[in-house]
């Protein structure tokens, strides 16, 4: 089995691509070790000392490390590579079955109107131009919801993003400025915490 490793945006956060898919569709975040409880490589890479936070992604795994008091990714590589090379070569699932695989999928709000028209454009807007792009740097981001008498949209970053350094400018340069392109109703961006 070969894994590529990859920087991201992120200096805290390194994209491990092994040559078959993770999750296929979708994406889940692990932001801690008892959420990690759900999978088997989750779990196995929160017990490496010095890691933060795991992102799964449709054929890759951000992992996030500890900031500074940690090793660097010198030391930490070899051992992540070495459980995500274990895990695929021993046949283990990615979710138990209890814990279940649940993508974290767009909110269930339900909007009516030209609302229900101007989320389909944003939600659109988002899968087709910003989350592939945003895949590759390792993270992804999600519609929260959209505030009609405002025109804000909150979004969610996961993955590489959610404490990126440059996850503002992502967001004020990049994605609002589209959106408000293109969708003109659209007044702001915002992140949800």
């Known amino acids: 089995m070969f ?3 990859e920087q991201t945006p992120n200096p805290l956060t390194l994209k491990f691509l092994p040559d078959r898919a993770v999750m296929g569709e979708g994406s889940r975040e692990f932001r801690d070790a008892d959420e990690a409880e759900a999978s088997p490589l989750a779990r196995a890479l929160f017990a ?3 890691v933060r936070r795991v992102f799964l992604g449709p054929d890759f795994v951000s992992v996030t490390k500890t900031p500074d008091e940690t090793p660097d990714w010198r030391h930490l590589k070899a051992p992540i590579l070495a459980e995500i090379m274990d ?18 999928a767009h909110t269930d709000d339900v909007y009516e109107g030209d609302a229900a028209q101007i989320v389909a ?14 895949a590759q740097d390792g993270g992804d981001i999600l519609f929260d919801r959209f505030e009609p008498d405002s ?25 609002e400025n589209m ?3 293109y969708v003109p109703e659209v007044t702001r961006v915002e992140q949800t915490l």
């Open 3 to 5: 894994i590529q490793t």
């Open 48 to 50: 490496i000392d010095g």
């Open 87 to 104: 895990h695929y070569s021993a046949g283990r699932p990615l979710f138990d079955v209890a814990g279940g695989e649940t993508a974290v």
């Open 121 to 134: 454009e944003i939600k659109e807007l988002l899968d087709t131009r910003v989350r592939p792009a945003v």
């Open 151 to 175: 025109g804000v949209v909150w979004l969610h970053l996961r993955g590489s993003c959610s404490g990126c350094p440059s996850s503002s400018a992502t967001l004020k340069s990049g994605v």
């Open 179 to 181: 959106l408000k392109h």
